[in-house]
């Protein structure tokens, strides 16, 4: 299920996109100022932002910009009453991907969400996300965010095999079966490695007497 950010102040309108887009089976997530959208981003991955440009505090090119400069490349879409050609220009050079003007066509909005969805997981068919996580698997690297996270030789591994693994128990036994380099590990030197993992922020579910579970909270 897409996660959507939706920005947007008029409480009539911003009723009417929550139920559509939710019966469209989209989970989205309604704020009404910039200030609320930023907070939103710092704790929660979307997969598209729905974003009005006048709203209070942060207005929505505000808003888009402090993302773009923190290097998030989430997917997102100008929804405005704004037809001038100076906010068109000013929308795309934030960062959008693209921009409706009020009022539209519900369809003619689905039609544009899909597609940049679409785009967006062709971008991303090689990775495996989980929270502000994601694993490229050609490249064997971990990303929170757009910020590169570096791991040792054995941290790499087992968080290659975590998040091939996704919500599925990994046994130690197949950890270490996967990480045999010509010596044996002990338990205590994965407790380590999986602790140094939970520090940087990966969701990682101890199994009692069995192993471990990467999971989406």
Known sequence: MAKILLLEDDEVLSETLVELLSDENFEVMLVDDGEKALDATFVKHFDLLLLDVNV?????????????????????????????????????????????????????????????????????????????????????????????????????????????????TLEKEVIFEHLAQGKEMSEGSLRVYINKLRKIGLPIITIKGIGYRLANI
């Open 56 to 168: 209070p505090f942060l207005n929505g090119f505000e808003f888009l910009q402090a993302l773009r400069e923190s290097s998030d490349t989430t997917p997102a879409i100008f929804i405005t009453a704004l037809t001038d050609v100076a906010s068109l220009s000013k929308g795309f050079d934030v960062g959008a991907d693209d921009y409706i003007k009020k009022p539209f066509d519900f369809d003619e909005l689905l039609i544009r969400i899909n597609a940049l969805l679409r785009k967006a997981y062709h971008t991303y068919a090689n990775e495996i996300k989980v929270d502000d996580f994601r694993f490229v698997i050609e490249s064997n690297e971990l990303y929170k965010k757009e910020k590169f996270i570096p791991l040792s030789p054995y941290e790499l591994k087992i968080t290659k095999l975590l998040f091939q693994n996704l919500e599925h």
